[in-house]
């Protein structure tokens, strides 16, 4: 299967390309970004070097499992990333996850970027996709809520601490 450019009446869902380093160092050296993203203390980007490491992980992801940049379509800025990729640790389980600068939140880019990775996982074949996020992580929360997303409650089994679990209908 190839790779899959999204596009939303917003925004353009796109692979990373080299250039984009700077983008992922800024948003992935901030605490108030990692802090949500990892159990225990946020492990910060400290360099483009580290970046450019980071994307290359990102391109060899199998399809339909990717992490796509969030690039608005008005202004060509990248917004942030959303993603479906493996849940560590079980058994070919997969996750749709999202991250966005915080000069980007509160314009709904998460919940339009989610809504079309959504679509395409399970237009892609698969049957089930969760969102897994820190607890306390009320946007997020409210991202899946809008997408429609079922609470099954919270787990200890694929990370260090707990993570709150929401399955697709």
């Known amino acids: 299967m190839s790779r899959v450019d999204l596009e939303t009446e917003r925004l353009r869902l796109r692979d990373w390309r080299p250039d984009d380093a700077a983008v992922v160092l800024d948003i992935l050296s901030r605490v108030d970004v990692v802090r949500w993203l990892d159990d225990g203390e946020p492990k910060l980007l400290a360099d483009l070097d580290e970046a450019r490491a980071k994307i290359a992980s990102w391109q060899q992801l199998v399809p339909p499992l990717r992490q796509w ?5 008005e202004t060509g800025a990248v917004a942030g990333w959303a993603c479906l990729v493996p849940i560590p640790g079980s058994g070919g389980l997969v996750q749709i996850g999202w991250t966005l600068h915080p000069d980007a939140h509160g314009h709904g880019y998460a919940t339009e970027a989610a809504r079309a990775v959504l679509a395409h996982g399970l237009a892609s074949g698969l049957t089930e ?8 992580n009320e946007p997020s929360v409210r991202v899946a809520q809008r997408l429609g997303m079922r609470d099954i409650g919270t787990t200890d089994l694929w990370y260090d601490g707990p993570s709150r679990v929401f399955v697709t209908p």
Do not use: D, K, S
């Open 129 to 136: 996709i969760r969102a897994l996020m820190i607890p306390a």
């Open 69 to 73: 940049a969030i690039e608005v379509r």
